[in-house]
């Protein structure tokens, strides 16, 4: 016999934008936009207007709307809508004040394919929105930190709407829920700071939030209306108002107590990053205008929260940025890698967030900060090596894959490692000590469904919302994206300057070779050439003196003469071959006036990619020392580049800016394009090698390799920083002292 599980993630599969019901507060026309006529009505209009609802479907608007003119002389419901389709929106138009049956009604018009959706609901709100809405706004704004920022929004929103609770709920990483601020009433026990499964709200539940901004269920215990439709084709109400609820919510707000329920989406950088949870305990409507000033106060939520998240990320990359440039100053200034990252005020430690830090370099493990011992990071290392299919690895649960951690998890729960070289061993390692929380649960997340009196499982919320503590163990704090491009940068840096020392090194070698060669030919032709016949001379000159013993004083003085000669020429010939062995000298670097060059390559790209001059902007433009021709080559790849990855935004904008900063001069290039994906960052600069989202444009894979080679022998540095759909920064640096390049 096959058995399953059943719990609250079937609710993922539930059909919550057809539910073939409305809520009964109000009432819904369906129109077919093409022939207008009246595709479904609510069952509940019999409530509001003298006629049956089923009479109505398959008629033209017209017999609606002069059913309304009886009660609304003034009204033209079909210009409203021709209004609102020729806009291919109905924001002009909602709400529009409409009397029915003698009550002042709300009509609010959506669109959903070729469905047009009329809904009525009452007016009932006697105050001034707009003030209100005003006032909220200026107080929650008010806050100097984030969590006092929720807490204002939920006190504002709760003076509004008049519920008994309001909450700011916000998702987390894995998907379940936290209240992380809360307005109630006295007499009501605390949800703040509890959390709730992420089965709570399951997956097409979110999606709708993040189209529907505002979310009224009215009366838990009211009965819904039926639609009645001339088609069995059930009607999207995607964009609905009056939606009626999922079953299964309805039951999950009574097991909780509350009557009825409103909720604001909270969207920052497009995603849902959490809701404002209302929750009343006895039936409430809440006025349609009343729900679009609370949507507002939400939308200026979210945009406050993105703004102090941003804040928040742009000074954690500031303080991460400065670390790595005291790094590489240091390892440009020091000989040894490992001072330069370990022996200074500012360590590689100081480019994350993490408690300790290892590195392993030339066979030696250097240690800061709180790490686990030697041999415990040694064996680490290794595992690292085998699990790490590319250049970065990182967990903020260690122990949860790698079993031996549990022993010094109270120093690396959490691992985020680096390669610098696979073949050689040699990576940096940073540690975050274990974080032990007790996580309130508003009932055990865990808990599966229940069977029914039959013995059969039936799927339902839980019942029960007693706090249920756990406990979670082996975890660390997580890495965030920040410290992972941080050590992504660092480790460009350090590969950079490990490359630029073994490229210095074998340029040596290589002129070693050369002087070694030169000698060898030099000192050949001295050997042969010079100094055979010199000896021949001093020879027979002695010989000379040997056998004529009858030379007079003033001949031997004159052979005497030619024997020193020869001693003199031999010692001459010793002076030439020292002087070979210094070599030849160094190329001699040009400085070149980037400003002409970088205009000449623009125009030079204007011209060939037919773009506007607004396309190229050209900031600072300061001299660098190296080779025009090869330097041409590096700025019109890169600005080509730029040019050529933004031509699908309908504003493509490429712009070059040079900075110094200390021994270097730093060129940025900047671009609003289609952006690389951070998985891809390996990739970047090999020969050949082009992104999944490149493919429908022209290339080689040939430019950015061509770059790097380029920079490198130079001496300098290149690299980028990217995100999807945003653009893309290439950063090129050279240094400024022709006698920095050796």
């Known amino acids: ?222 009965s819904d209306a039926a639609l009645l439709a001339v088609s069995s084709e059930p009607i999207d109400l995607t964009y609905s108002q ?220 839980r019942k029960s919302f007693d706090s249920w503590t756990q406990q979670v163990n082996n975890t660390s704090a997580r890495w965030t994206p920040e410290e992972i491009t941080s050590v992504l940068a660092l480790r460009e840096i350090v590969i950079a300057d490990i490359n630029n020392k073994a490229t210095a090194i074998r340029t040596l070698n290589e002129k070693l070779q050369a002087a070694y060669e030169e000698l060898d030919t030099f000192s050949y032709t001295i050997s042969h050439d010079l100094r055979t016949p010199i000896t021949s001379v001093r020879t027979y000159a002695e010989m000379l003196l040997k056998t004529n013993p009858q030379f007079d004083t003033s001949s031997k003085k004159m052979v005497e003469r030619i024997i020193a000669g020869t001693d003199k020429m031999n010692f001459l010939i010793r002076e030439v071959l020292n002087l070979s062995k210094v070599g030849r000298a160094e190329i001699d670097m040009a400085e070149v006036n980037m400003g002409p060059l970088l205009q000449e390559i623009a125009a030079e790209i204007r011209a060939a990619m037919k773009t506007g001059e607004q396309t190229i902007e050209i900031g600072n433009t300061p001299a660098l020392r190296g080779d025009r021709t090869m330097l041409s080559q590096v700025f019109s790849n890169i600005i080509g580049n730029g040019v050529k990855y933004s031509s699908k935004n309908p504003a493509p904008k490429v712009r070059v800016n040079g900075e110094i900063q200390g021994a270097e001069t730093i060129y940025s290039i900047s671009d609003n394009g289609i952006g690389i994906d951070i998985s891809y960052y390996e990739r970047v600069f090999e020969l050949f090698k082009r992104m999944d989202n490149v493919q429908d444009i022209d290339g080689t894979g040939v430019g950015l390799a061509i770059v790097k080679r380029i920079v490198e022998r130079h001496q300098g540095r290149v690299w980028f920083e990217s995100k999807l759909g945003s653009g893309t920064t290439f950063f090129v640096a050279f240094r400024n002292r022709q006698e920095d390049i050796q």
């Open 242 to 461: 009056l939606r009626a609820v999922s079953p299964i919510h309805i039951q999950y707000l009574k097991n909780m107590g509350v009557a009825s329920s409103f909720s604001i989406s909270l969207i920052t950088h497009g995603e849902l990053w959490g809701l404002v949870a209302c929750h009343n305990y006895s039936p409430k409507y809440i006025d349609y205008k009343a729900r679009e000033g609370s949507k507002l106060l939400g939308q200026i939520l979210s945009s406050a929260l993105e703004y102090r998240q941003d804040e928040e990320d742009a000074d954690k990359v500031a303080a991460f940025k400065e670390s790595t440039a005291f790094l590489s100053a240091h390892l440009t200034k020091d000989k040894n890698l490992i001072d330069a990252l370990t022996s200074h005020s500012r360590t590689l430690l100081d480019c994350t967030l993490a408690g300790g830090a290892a590195l392993l370099f030339e066979n030696t493990l250097t240690l800061i900060g709180q790490t686990p011992s030697e041999a415990e990071v040694t064996a680490l290392a290794a595992w690292l090596k085998q699990n790490m299919a590319d250049s970065i690895y990182h967990t903020h649960q260690l122990p949860e894959v790698f079993k031996s951690a549990a022993a010094y998890k109270d120093t690396a729960a959490g691992v985020l490692a680096c390669l610098i070289s696979r073949e050689l061993n040699e990576m940096m390692i940073w540690f975050k000590p274990e974080r032990i929380t007790q996580v309130q649960w508003a009932g055990n997340p865990e808990k599966p469904a229940e069977p029914d009196a039959d013995g059969v499982l039936q799927l339902s919320p």
């Open 1 to 222: 016999m096959t058995t399953f599980t059943v719990d609250l993630s079937n609710c993922d599969r539930e059909p919550i934008q057809i539910p073939g019901k409305i809520q009964p507060h109000g009432f819904v026309v369906a129109v077919d936009k093409k022939s207008m006529t009246i595709t479904a009505v609510s069952a509940n209009l019999h409530n509001w207007l003298p006629a049956d609802a089923a009479s109505m479907t398959g008629k033209p608007l017209s017999v609606f709307e002069h059913l309304l003119n009886e009660q609304d002389e003034n009204l033209s419901l079909g210009q409203l809508l021709q209004l609102g389709l020729q806009r291919q929106n109905f924001d002009a138009i909602n709400p529009h004040g409409i009397t029915v049956g003698g009550t002042s009604f709300y009509l609010i018009v959506s669109m959903h394919e070729d469905v047009v959706l009329l809904e009525f609901e009452p007016v009932s709100l006697d105050y001034d929105i707009q003030s209100s809405v005003g006032r909220s706004a200026s107080a929650m704004l008010g806050g100097k930190n984030l969590q006092t920022l929720l807490q204002s929004a939920a006190t504002e929103i709760k003076r509004i709407i008049g519920y008994d609770r309001v909450m700011i709920y916000k998702f987390l990483e894995d998907g379940h829920g936290e209240v992380v601020a809360e307005d109630k009433e006295d007499q009501l026990e605390p949800f703040f700071g509890l959390h709730y499964p992420a089965s709570d709200i399951p997956k097409q539940a979110r999606a709708l939030y993040k189209l529907n901004l505002t979310r009224l269920i009215a009366d838990v215990n009211a």
